[in-house]
C-alpha cells in the first residue's frame, strides 16, 4: 500500500493514508515523497472529500474508515484493482510470485533491467537499497512488481496478481500460508493456476523443475511458454555453485555457461532468486553477459539479513523471515558465511498463520542451526508455544516481554556472535534497543 502511495503521488494526485502503527522504512518513505500519514483510522483524514479511496486488503468491516467511506457512498478500489486500471494495463508487467523470495527476486529483476538502461517501473514489498524507494513509475514499458497471493480487499477475495496481468512470470515456490484467508494448499493453487490464466500465449512463465506443488499447477493448464531453472533435464537455466555459501556461481543457459556472478549475497536460496531474474530480464531483451554482470552490483533489500550495526565484536542482522522455510535457509546462509561461530537467533511470531499454530510442527525444526533461540510469545494464543521448547534440539527459552530479550543478550553476548532478528513487523524497535544498550556498555 505505501508503494501504490508513492505511484499515486508520482502520478500527480494528492495522496493521503492511514494505518494503526506505522514504521520504518515505509514510514519514513511516505513521509519524504510528501504524503501525509494519519495514526489511526478517524474521519479527519476524508477532509477534504477524496475522489477514491484506496482500501487495503488488512481492512475489514468494523473498520472506523471503511465503515465512514462505505455510509458515505464515497468511491472506492482496492489497491491491485487501482493498480490495473491505471498503471500495469500499458506495461509489460514482469511479475514475481511465490511463498518466498518475491521481494529479492523483484529487486534483482528490477536492478538488472535498470543497469541495462531500460529504466523500469516497480512496485516491490521492502526497499530495495540500489533504489532506495519501494516503487516508481518508470521510463519504458517495463514493469516489475511482487505479485503476492494474499486476498486484495475485504469486498475482493481474488488474489491481487490476478489484476496484474503479467507478460514475464516467475513462479519462485509454493509452499501452505496465509492460513486465515486459505483452507489448504489447493486453494492456494487454484488462485496461481487463475494467474497463469492472464499470461498471454507470447508470455513466459518461469518455474523451478524440482517444485512439486507449482507442477501440479502448472498441469491444471498453461498456453504460455514455459521454462524451467534447477539441475534437471528440462532445464533451461541452472547454476553451479563456485564457493559453499553461493557468493559466486556459474549461471548456464542451455547447458552453456554465459558469466558468473560476484556478489555480496550468500545462500542457495539468494541464487535461484538470481537465476530466476537473469531469466526473467532476459525474456525482456536483456543481453545474458549484461544480466550476469548487473548482479555484482547489487545490494540487498532492507530487511533482508540486514546488518543493523556491528558493536563490540557482536554483529546484529535484520530479516523478514517469518515462515518455516525462510527462517531455515536464512540461518542455513548464515551458517554457510560464519562457520562456526555462535548465532543467536531472536524470533517474534507475527504472522497469522503463525499465531494460529499452522506451522508449529515445521517451526520448531527450522531453527536447528542456530546456537540458541530466544522466541517472544504473543499474547493471546490458542496453543503454547512450550511445544515448540520441547520439540527443539537447539535451546530454546521463551519471553513475554521485549525488553527482556533484549536484557538477556546484553548480558550473555559475546565477541564473535552473530544476532539474527527475524520478525515480518516492527518487533518493537528490538534492533535499536539492543544496539543501544551493547554501545552504552563501553561508555
Known amino acids: 500500500m505505501g508503494g501504490i502511495a508513492a505511484i499515486a503521488k508520482s502520478l500527480g494526485h494528492q495522496v493521503t493514508g492511514s494505518d494503526r502503527n506505522v514504521y520504518p522504512p515505509m514510514s519514513t518513505q511516505l513521509e519524504q515523497l510528501g504524503i501525509t500519514l494519519y495514526e489511526g483510522y ?66 534483482m529483476l528490477a536492478w538488472i533491467l535498470e543497469d541495462a538502461g531500460l529504466a523500469p517501473g516497480f512496485l516491490i ?150 537465476l530466476m531474474a537473469i531469466a526473467a530480464a532476459h525474456h525482456a531483451g536483456v543481453q545474458l553477459k549484461d544480466a550476469v554482470d548487473a548482479l555484482a552490483s547489487f545490494k540487498n533489500v532492507k530487511r533482508r539479513m540486514e546488518i543493523k550495526g556491528v558493536v563490540n565484536g557482536i554483529t546484529l542482522y535484520d530479516d523478514f523471515a517469518h515462515h518455516p522455510t525462510a527462517i531455515k535457509t536464512t540461518l542455513d546462509g548464515l551458517r554457510q558465511k560464519v562457520g562456526n561461530q555462535k548465532i ?29 533461540v530466544h522466541l517472544l510469545e504473543p499474547s493471546n494464543l490458542d496453543w503454547s508455544m512450550q511445544e515448540l521448547v520441547d520439540n527443539s534440539k537447539a535451546p530454546v527459552t521463551l519471553y513475554q516481554l521485549t525488553d527482556d530479550i533484549v536484557a538477556f543478550l546484553v548480558k550473555t553476548l559475546q565477541p564473535g556472535d552473530h544476532v539474527l532478528i527475524m520478525s515480518n513487523g516492527g518487533f518493537d524497535s528490538i534492533h535499536t534497543k539492543l544496539l543501544k544498550q551493547l554501545g552504552a556498555q563501553n561508555a
Open 125 to 274: 514489498g521492502g526497499v530495495p537499497d540500489n533504489f532506495g524507494i519501494s516503487a516508481r513509475i518508470g521510463e519504458s514499458p517495463f514493469f516489475v512488481i511482487e505479485a503476492d497471493e494474499y486476498d486484495s480487499a475485504f469486498f475482493d477475495k481474488r488474489s491481487k496478481f490476478v489484476h496484474y496481468r503479467p507478460r514475464t512470470l516467475i513462479l519462485n515456490n509454493l509452499e501452505f500460508d496465509h492460513a486465515d484467508i486459505f483452507d489448504d494448499l489447493n486453494a492456494i493453487k487454484r488462485q496461481f493456476h487463475h494467474l497463469i490464466r492472464t499470461v498471454p500465449s507470447n508470455g513466459l512463465v518461469l518455474s523451478k523443475a524440482a517444485e512439486a506443488n507449482m507442477a501440479s499447477v502448472l498441469e491444471m493448464g498453461c498456453w504460455s511458454e514455459q521454462q524451467f531453472i534447477g539441475n534437471a533435464q528440462k532445464s533451461t537455466w541452472q547454476a553451479e555453485p563456485i564457493k559453499s555459501d553461493c557468493s559466486q556461481f556459474n549461471v548456464l543457459h542451455k547447458k552453456q555457461s554465459v558469466g558468473i556472478v560476484k556478489w555480496s549475497l550468500i545462500g542457495e536460496h539468494n541464487m535461484d532468486n538470481a
Open 344 to 372: 543467536v537467533a531472536v524470533l517474534e511470531p507475527r504472522s497469522n498463520t503463525m499465531r494460529m499454530g499452522v506451522h508449529k510442527n515445521q517451526l520448531s525444526q527450522s531453527w536447528q542451526l542456530a546456537d540458541e
Open 42 to 107: 478517524g474521519q479527519e483524514q476524508f477532509t477534504p472529500t477524496p475522489d477514491i479511496v484506496i482500501i487495503g486488503n488488512a481492512m475489514s468491516r468494523g473498520n472506523p474508515a471503511v465503515e465512514y467511506v462505505l455510509d458515505r457512498n464515497l468511491p472506492y478500489t482496492s489497491g491491485p484493482q487501482w493498480l490495473l486500471d491505471n498503471l500495469l494495463k500499458d506495461r509489460w508487467v514482469l511479475a514475481v510470485s511465490g511463498t518466498h523470495g518475491k521481494t529479492s527476486t523483484s529487486s
